[in-house]
């Protein structure tokens, strides 16, 4: 007879494949009856906060919520903190935990729904009766919200016969939030005729942009109105058309890109928060700009936003696109035409900006994205082979690896200083091929978990970390968990300065005492040999040649590769520069 444990297995399957955990009292029946009476796949991690950061970065990089597992008490607790990043970045999954019994805590229990409810995750305990019921509303909770839940088994009832698994409902999602009222219509007409007039309009679209699947509806309007286009650092990818987009706003966006989004007149945001960085600290866009904002938020997330509507990205976008669409028809029809029909009338002359001097011809004006040197805009500093102190330059070696890296490839990020060069120089083609897990709560060392949950998530795709000396050790338990997830096709950058870097960026540069940023130069290559990955030591370019022989190997016979970068922490990124600037 099936018991409370396997109810909750068995209901868990039914909408979830990929379950990540560590074993231990309060979880192994549970972890038997995902074994032995399900398809789900389980996969070991080392550390149960490799358990939370793997479903995390499962949903990331496919879309599909995962679970990831861990004993009560110390299991638990160990789990905090990749919990209250899920939560801060807004990604759905499902820990199965065991808990105090109950008839009531015994010495070693702690109080887990507390604990949950402080880093801002809710829980659901499962009783005898009532398991697959309370499964299921876990899932509906976590995807309709878009958080982590808890789902507790209190461990005198794990093992209980609760009889034969009764047919759950599946979980109900809701709508795509619609724009609702006269005002919101209203605001969507003005939005839409402030594209139509603009002569330098500008689109800017995150990570929400992308889970709506509003990239089609942008491509549009931007097509319509010939907006250049920009990302937040989690929406990298998700306008369709390259060739007229600056990246990544912030501290990660080039120089000339930024420059040019200060000279739009009108810009028109969707699915992104607008953080500090997304914005530069307020200087993203000038003050005469027209900034609206399209988000799922109660209200408009920052002071510089002159309209806002509450509504989905993609179901606004369509409604835009739509208003821009009836306009450009009825321009052609009138003799003039659309931007999407016009034609390239001049090469553009490149200025300091990136900007050239309008074309024209029987009196249309070029759009404003035809005017631009895009490419240009979007270059970055290309760095020396070595820096002054003789140690690799990030900037050439970021450079480098991305001209190396297989196409079909997932990036996932660790924490620090390092962010930065990942960010610049390597392009991805969407949102989830690109990942930075811990960002979101300021956290450090869930890197190599990280590439656990993408692997089993893009099984075709290299799966490729960017990691500190600092997070690298602090999550080394994963290691192992990584190189055995991935094989051959994961690799692991390691940015190893010998330091805390952005400690010694922010605090060391203020005169304090560095001896605590400072670490030991770790060996990383020869850790990575130790459970069965290649590493190589990298102290010039030319070590990295053993990159491009690895990526023409057959992923099934070669190894993982980790490359232990031994680079100079006296480059600064620019976001950390920015950063600096506006503490001091």
Known sequence: MPTVSAHVALTLAQHIDAVFG???????YFLDAIETQTDAVFTAVRHEQGAVVAADAHFRASGRIAAGTSTYGAGFTNTLTAL???????????????????SGPRPWDVDQIALASAVGARTYTVGRTDAAATTVIAIEHALTYRVPVVLAIPYDVASLEAGPVAEAPSPRLPAPLAPKGEFAEGMLDEIADALRSAERPFLLAGRGAWLAGASKALGEIAERTGALTASSALGRGVFPDGRYDLGVTGGFGADGAMELIRTADVAVVFGASLNQFTMRFGELFAPGTRVFQIDIAPAATHAHIGGFVRADARVAAEAIAERLGAASASSIAAGGRSFGDE??????VATSAGVSAAGSEAGHAQPWRETVDVASARSYDAGDDLAADGRLDPRSAARRIAELLPEDRVVVSDGG???????????VTSPDRMMMIGTAFQSIGQGWPSVVGAALARRESTVVLTSGDGGGLMAIADLESAVRAAGGRGIAVIW???AYGAEVNLYGLKGLAEGPMRIPEVDFAAFGAAVGAEGVVVRTLADLDRLAAWTDEDAATRRFLLLDLRISGDVIAPYQQEIIRVNS
Do not use: C, K, S
Request: aromatic share 8%; charged share 15%; no cysteine.
């Open 84 to 102: 209250a990043e899920a939560v801060q970045a807004h990604v759905p999954l499902v820990l199965v935990v065991g808990d105090e019994p109950t």
């Open 22 to 28: 560590v074993m231990g009292n309060g979880n192994a």
């Open 343 to 348: 034609p390239r009338l001049a090469e553009p």
């Open 496 to 498: 190893n300065d010998a």
């Open 417 to 427: 200083h390092f962010i930065g060069w990942a960010n610049m120089y390597w392009p």
